[in-house]
């Protein structure tokens, strides 16, 4: 099928979400079994830091997580923080206290002033509209608003409603004093009707993914094996990194390492993003004459920067790897699976 669909369905009784782009698989989000979900904010108690990480374990009833701060907390004292990653098993997520309230058009930002509209949006004229809105959506109210590239071209009165619904979310959060859960992180459906908003059609009805290949394409992410054309990629996660592994197969001309790296750094961010993998990655690219390390660093860089998760290519090692450093956004996707 040609153009983009999202289907909404479930996996094992669990929410999930999938973008199919001509027929491909693009990005897919499942409910975690169990654990905080990314979003989620919680008052919790500063418990202990954690000397030589240059941070603190913050916990609540029923769990902790891990703030990457310490300075100016004491134990004992009460904070609110938002989960901002996953673990891995046995150790606690990453949180942050400078939380977000975020939708599909608008984010609030918490005791951080100012109204701003995302430089995507380069029409002066839009600008100042959006501006006016953001002004009449936030009017009294101490807490600052982005306005997200979604704004550009959609309605005012859908836009009013989204920022007003935020600053309300957040000002009810905002008034909890409880230890514990304040507001749970958005789930699969919701997190695709906020973040691909590109046009597309969208299938709710059960059975979405069985219809339209989900569940195949799925099925293709369990193997480690990537084709493509006549090369290949193998992405073997281990317990300290991810390994990735890309050959020339069949193709025995003298730019068959060239074509081979550049077709694995295209589908690269969309196997990472699809199976859920962050942390370190160590790529061993097939073989090629160090002036061309600079059209596979460029290439990378480019790659990444349309990707939803944040990857930082640190650089090449001496045995000529290159490293990357990946947001743990999202949970492996072996993890989510029965």
């Given at each position: ?6 289907a909404?369905?479930?996996?094992e009784?669990?929410?999930?979400a999938a973008?199919?782009?001509?027929g491909?698989?693009t990005d897919?989000?499942i409910?975690?079994?169990?654990g905080?979900?990314?979003?989620a904010i ?7 830091p954690?000397?030589g990480?240059?941070g603190?374990?913050v ?14 907390l004491a134990p004992?004292?009460v904070i ?11 150790k606690?997520?990453?949180v942050?206290d400078r939380?977000l309230?975020k939708?599909?058009?608008?984010i609030v930002t918490?005791n951080?002033?100012g109204?701003?509209?995302s430089?995507?949006i ?7 509209l959006l501006?006016?809105?953001a002004?009449e959506?936030?009017d009294?109210?101490?807490h600052?608003?982005i306005?997200?590239?979604?704004a ?5 009165e859908?836009?009013l409603?989204?920022?007003?619904a935020?600053?309300a979310?957040c ?6 004093t ?5 507001l749970?992180g958005?789930?699969?459906h919701?997190?695709a ?7 597309a059609?969208v299938?709710?009805q059960?059975g979405?993914f069985?219809d339209?290949g989900v569940?195949d394409?799925i099925?293709g ?8 054309g006549?090369h290949?990629?193998?992405i073997?996660?281990?317990?300290a990194l991810t390994?990735?592994d890309v050959n020339t197969?069949s193709d ?7 074509k081979?790296n550049?077709?694995?750094i295209?589908d ?6 699809l199976r859920?993998?962050g942390?370190?990655i ?7 004459l160090k ?5 596979i ?9 349309g990707d939803?998760v944040d990857t930082?290519v ?8 290159v490293?990357?450093k ?8 072996i993890?989510l699976?029965?």
């Open positions: 099928m040609k153009g983009r669909l999202i909404l369905d479930h996996i009784g669990r929410e999930a973008l199919m782009v001509d491909k698989l897919l989000l409910d975690a079994p169990k905080p979900r990314l979003g919680f008052a919790a108690k500063v418990e202990r954690l000397k990480q240059g603190m374990i916990s609540w009833p029923g769990g902790e997580g891990f703030l990457r701060r310490s300075k100016g004992g004292e609110r923080v938002q989960v901002s990653g996953h673990a891995e098993a046995g606690a997520p990453p942050s939380i309230f939708s599909r058009y608008a918490p951080a002033p109204l701003n509209i430089r995507r380069k029409d002066d004229d839009r600008r100042d501006k006016g809105l002004l959506g936030m009294g109210s101490e600052g608003l306005l997200r590239s979604a550009e071209d959609s309605s005012d859908d836009i409603e989204d920022i007003q935020m600053r979310s000002e009810e959060t905002l008034a909890q409880d230890l514990g859960l304040l749970d958005d789930g699969p919701v997190l009707w906020r973040d691909w908003i590109e046009p059609q299938e709710t059960a979405s069985e339209h569940l394409a099925e992410l369990a193997d480690d094996h990537v084709p493509l006549p290949s990629m193998w073997e996660p281990t317990r390994a990735v197969g025995l001309s003298n730019a068959a390492p060239l081979a550049l077709a694995a295209t690269l961010p969309r196997q990472l993003r859920g993998i942390g370190q160590t790529v061993d690219f097939a073989p090629i002036r061309d390390r600079r059209l660093e460029s290439a990378l860089r480019s790659a990444f920067r939803s930082e640190i650089g090449w090692t001496p045995l000529g790897h490293e990357l990946r947001k743990r956004e999202r949970q492996p996707l993890a699976l029965p």
